[in-house]
């Protein structure tokens, strides 16, 4: 089964939207299989946002992140990375479909509520960096049956 690593940013907690987008995953039938709260310390910050490190916008990013508390989270479920991106919606709030997390919710790119892991590779590394295998519970939710064939 794939996994994907979501974190609710800063904005996102602070506008109270932390109900709201974990009911949007378990509505669509995906499995939460790690979740927490915390404060996301410079360096994990900086290794998260690692790629764009030599980008102009890299420390804005890591200012942000680590400026209030965020909600990590891992989500299983078929094809939950190509679903959870389109739950999200485009990375710019203002180009981004109405119904989606972004799109219902987003200000601006600089205040776009969540992050999403894009491949099955960025997925792997991300819930890695911010999960311990300890901290992921694998269960089987007792409704599967009525949600896949």
Not at 143 to 149: A, F, N, V
């Given at each position: 089964m794939e996994r994907t690593f979501l974190a609710i940013k800063p904005d996102g907690v602070q506008r109270k939207l932390v109900g709201e987008i974990i009911r949007r995953f378990e509505a669509k039938g995906f499995t939460l299989v790690g979740l927490k709260l915390m404060s996301v310390s410079k360096a994990?910050?900086?290794e998260h946002y690692g790629v764009h490190k030599e980008r102009p916008f890299f420390p804005g990013l890591v200012e942000f992140i680590t400026s209030g508390p965020v909600v990590a989270m891992v989500w299983e479920g078929?094809?939950?990375i190509a679903a959870a991106r389109k739950l999200i919606g485009?990375?710019?709030p203002l180009n981004a479909e109405p119904g989606t997390i972004r799109?219902?919710?987003g200000a601006n790119i600089g205040r776009?509520?969540?992050h999403g892991s894009d491949a099955?590779?960025?997925a792997q590394t991300e819930i890695a960096l911010w999960f311990t295998e300890e901290e992921l519970v694998s269960w089987q939710p007792t409704?599967?049956?009525?949600?896949?064939?």
């Open positions: 994990l910050a900086e078929e094809g939950v485009a990375t710019n799109g219902d919710f776009n509520i969540i099955p590779e960025t409704l599967m049956s009525w949600i896949h064939e």
